[in-house]
């Protein structure tokens, strides 16, 4: 009875190990993943059963994410361009805008100049 009590025993910790084991080390490197962002990183598939269709679904995980990751940052980096674009354009308008500006108060300021002349060129007109 004891024997068969011993060997329970350590089929149950050999048991156990051979289920931790891998989950321990699925767990070790979720944490990694996750605290240094690091996506590069696989767990080891070492099984066929329930675990290592955990392990296989986690690195899967990780390259979807590790894509995900690489698709924004040539996002941000086009839409950097874009707003640098964007922002020349911007400069160029509105120094345009300056200049036509410029070109209006001085039109304005000639009008105002020639107009008292013109009202004195009628009022002699008038006078004759």
């Given amino acids: 009875m004891s024997l068969s009590i011993a060997i329970a025993t350590l089929l149950a910790i050999y048991t156990s190990q051979a289920i931790a084991r891998p989950i321990q080390a699925v ?53 950097e361009v874009y707003s640098q674009v964007l922002e020349e354009k911007v400069r160029e308008r509105t120094r345009e805008l300056n200049e036509k500006n410029l070109s209006l108060k001085m039109a304005l300021e000639e009008l105002r100049c020639t107009q008292p002349q013109v009202g004195e060129t009628e009022e002699n007109s008038d006078k004759t």
């Fill in 27 to 79: 767990t070790h490197v979720a944490q990694q993943v996750t605290e240094e962002s690091n996506f590069d990183l696989q767990a080891p598939v070492t099984t066929n059963d329930e675990v290592g269709i955990l392990v296989t679904s986690l690195n899967r995980l990780i390259l979807e994410v590790q894509q995900l990751i690489t698709v924004q940052n040539d996002a941000n980096e086009q839409l």
